[in-house]
């Protein structure tokens, strides 16, 4: 192999690195943040839903950032985000219930591949960047 075939084998993984490994980490750190975000939200829930819903409250209209006051006229039943957009009617009791049931589910299932999906992919990275090394000190 001559020194130009190595230069270009070297900017062929440097390339590789920044357009695909990088950006692939980037997203599933971002959907296993996504998958942490979504327990909070829901634990969360669940410690409000103990607390009690008060009459007077101030409800999230959107992301956590547009919020109004509001007057619960029944705090019997409560509507919960299921996932994919829809949202089901339940008694409290059925709500903390779900909720549990959907952190376990998060984070025995769900959280674990994330992490896995981003370990795997980190792995790549420094496999990558050792190669990238092996081929610089080549170049020398």
Do not use: W
Request: charged share 30%; net charge negative.
């Amino acid at each position: 192999m001559d020194l130009l075939d190595i230069e270009e084998k070297r900017n062929e993984y440097a390339r590789f690195l920044r357009t695909v490994l990088q950006p692939n980490l980037d997203t599933a750190l971002q959907k296993e943040r996504e998958v942490q975000q979504e327990i909070r939200d829901y634990e969360e829930l669940i410690g409000n839903l103990r607390a009690g819903i008060p009459s007077q409250l101030t409800a999230d209209l959107g992301y956590k950032k547009i919020h109004c006051n509001a007057t619960v006229q029944s705090n019997q039943h409560v509507f919960v985000n299921v996932g994919m957009g829809f949202h089901v009617e339940f008694e409290v009791g059925e709500a903390i219930e779900f909720c549990e049931h959907r952190v376990c589910f998060l984070r025995n299932q769900v959280l674990p591949k994330r992490t896995k999906d981003s370990d795997s992919i980190r792995q790549h990275i420094r496999e990558s960047e050792m190669i990238l090394e092996a081929i610089v000190s080549e170049l020398k």
